[in-house]
Protein backbone atom coordinates (compact mmCIF):
# COMPACT_ATOMS: atom_id res chain seq x y z
CA UNK A 1 0.00 0.00 0.00
CA UNK A 2 1.07 3.06 -1.39
CA UNK A 3 1.67 6.12 1.34
CA UNK A 4 0.18 10.03 0.93
CA UNK A 5 1.95 12.26 1.48
CA UNK A 6 0.91 16.13 2.01
CA UNK A 7 2.14 19.23 2.84
CA UNK A 8 2.35 20.04 6.42
CA UNK A 9 0.00 23.09 7.39
CA UNK A 10 1.22 26.35 8.49
CA UNK A 11 0.10 25.24 12.35
CA UNK A 12 2.12 22.36 12.23
CA UNK A 13 5.34 24.00 10.09
CA UNK A 14 5.11 26.95 13.32
CA UNK A 15 4.61 24.16 15.84
CA UNK A 16 7.87 22.27 15.39
CA UNK A 17 9.50 25.93 15.12
CA UNK A 18 8.08 26.93 18.68
CA UNK A 19 9.31 23.65 20.09
CA UNK A 20 12.23 24.14 18.95
CA UNK A 21 12.14 28.15 20.66
CA UNK A 22 10.74 26.90 24.07
CA UNK A 23 13.69 23.79 24.05
CA UNK A 24 15.69 26.66 24.23
CA UNK A 25 14.05 28.53 27.22
CA UNK A 26 13.95 31.57 24.44
CA UNK A 27 11.09 33.79 26.51
CA UNK A 28 8.10 34.61 24.83
CA UNK A 29 8.77 38.51 24.23
CA UNK A 30 11.86 37.52 21.96
CA UNK A 31 9.98 34.62 20.41
CA UNK A 32 7.15 37.29 19.21
CA UNK A 33 9.63 40.06 18.32
CA UNK A 34 11.72 37.83 15.94
CA UNK A 35 8.33 36.47 14.21
CA UNK A 36 7.16 40.02 13.57
CA UNK A 37 10.67 41.05 12.45
CA UNK A 38 10.79 37.48 10.09
CA UNK A 39 7.36 38.37 8.91
CA UNK A 40 7.52 41.99 8.02
CA UNK A 41 10.86 41.27 6.06
CA UNK A 42 9.41 38.72 3.67
CA UNK A 43 6.76 41.06 3.03
CA UNK A 44 8.65 43.85 2.30
CA UNK A 45 10.63 41.24 -0.24
CA UNK A 46 7.24 40.47 -1.90
CA UNK A 47 5.94 43.83 -2.23
CA UNK A 48 9.44 45.91 -3.02
CA UNK A 49 9.66 47.56 0.16
CA UNK A 50 6.63 49.81 -1.18
CA UNK A 51 5.24 50.49 2.85
CA UNK A 52 1.88 51.31 2.00
CA UNK A 53 1.80 47.58 -0.03
CA UNK A 54 2.90 45.72 2.93
CA UNK A 55 1.13 47.60 5.75
CA UNK A 56 -2.53 47.07 3.46
CA UNK A 57 -1.39 43.32 3.00
CA UNK A 58 -0.88 42.87 6.74
CA UNK A 59 -3.86 44.70 7.35
CA UNK A 60 -2.23 47.37 9.83
CA UNK A 61 -1.50 51.24 9.63
CA UNK A 62 1.59 52.42 6.97
CA UNK A 63 2.51 54.61 10.40
CA UNK A 64 2.33 51.26 12.61
CA UNK A 65 4.18 49.55 10.04
CA UNK A 66 6.64 52.51 10.56
CA UNK A 67 6.86 52.32 13.81
CA UNK A 68 7.12 48.29 14.64
CA UNK A 69 9.99 49.14 12.01
CA UNK A 70 11.84 51.71 13.84
CA UNK A 71 11.59 48.94 16.93
CA UNK A 72 12.73 46.15 15.25
CA UNK A 73 15.26 47.81 13.80
CA UNK A 74 14.51 46.64 10.04
CA UNK A 75 16.32 49.02 7.35
Not at 8 to 31: F, N, Q
Amino acid sequence: MQKEFRNPSIHERMKGLIEEMVEKELPIKEALREFEKVYIETAARKYNHNKTKIAKALGIHRNTLHNLCKALKIK
